[in-house]
């Protein structure tokens, strides 16, 4: 066998090892966390290292308990799920309907500055959330907007737009402007051009923008704790899940069920949306 041979087969079994290894490091959480969620508290304490619990140990009452009402003796993560959908997705698409036409104008308008303004938008990270947590908090409580679900969603499209943007921009510059020139040439206006012949060919990167702004507003803790903390009817789920990791009362595997709600989300969808996820984050890579 040449040396050529050894390494190419080396290397292919190294490869799989290494994939096998990232495979288990990547679920391992996620599996143990159901574990616990499933398994009653008695057997949890007595038995904490253990991996594998058949079918005759699983309960379902940790996720009663956490789904639940507040009046009947639950956490009422069902009205927080709801809370947080309706942030999420509101501030998804209003996201979205700002970042679309304004990449479109960074990509092929021709104005002062174009070539650094995508900078600027993205000058905002530069600053931590904290930062500007104080400021807005004043600014909201003046607005009466402090409190409210409304409110919670600006900030999110504040935070998330000039990100949006940015990455709608790179892929917007890979479509030719020849289409856009054929597009014309038919009679469409610069509207019904985005909206019938940039906006299909950029599906890739608008679901990946949609699904970067929905984590975003789904798991953010910071803002909410600050916005919501006073109206309990308003809440989310990563303020319910932080008052559960807090609660003495309250066992670890009802926190695991919470954490479960709180993350099976975020994971169907993006394995769901896993192919046009890719390709929106790797398009216009070649091009800035």
């Known amino acids: 066998m040449d040396r050529a041979t050894f390494e190419t087969r080396l290397f292919g079994v190294l490869r799989w090892v290494v994939i096998a290894i990232l495979i ?40 009663r308990e956490v789904l639940g009402s507040v009046s009947s ?14 942030v999420a997705v ?3 698409i209003l996201t979205l309907l700002v970042s ?8 092929r308008l021709q104005f002062v500055g174009r070539r650094q303004v995508h900078f600027l938008f993205l000058a905002i990270y530069l600053f931590p959330a904290i930062l500007l947590a104080i400021p807005l908090f004043t600014v909201f409580t003046r607005l009466g907007l402090r409190g409210s679900l409304a409110g919670l969603i600006i900030v999110y499209i504040a935070q998330t737009i000039p990100v949006s943007i940015y990455m709608l921009r790179n892929y917007l510059t890979t479509i030719p402007e020849s289409l856009e020139e054929a597009a014309a040439v038919d009679g469409y206006s610069r509207l019904q051009t985005l909206r019938k012949v940039i906006l299909p060919l ?11 702004v929905f984590m975003i507003a789904w798991n953010e803790y910071l803002f909410a704790l600050l916005f919501l903390v006073e109206n309990r009817g308003n809440w989310t789920v990563s303020l319910g ?4 990791s807090g609660g003495i009362e309250v066992s670890k595997t009802v926190l695991m069920a919470g954490s479960v709600v709180l993350t099976l989300p975020i994971v169907i969808i993006f394995f769901a949306t896993e192919r046009l996820l890719t390709e929106g984050l790797t398009a216009g890579a070649d091009k800035g």
């Open 24 to 63: 288990v490091v990547t679920l391992f959480p996620f599996y143990y966390m159901v574990l616990l969620s499933i398994r009653p508290i008695e057997q949890v304490l007595s038995n904490p290292g253990d991996l594998w619990a058949g079918p005759a140990e699983w309960t379902v009452s940790t996720y």
């Open 73 to 86: 003796g639950g956490q009422g993560f069902v009205g927080l799920i709801g809370n947080t959908l309706l």
């Open 90 to 92: 509101s501030a998804t």
């Open 100 to 107: 679309l036409p304004g990449s479109y104008a960074v990509s």
């Open 202 to 212: 950029a599906a890739p990167a608008v679901m990946a923008n949609a699904l970067y």
């Open 241 to 244: 899940l932080a008052q559960l």
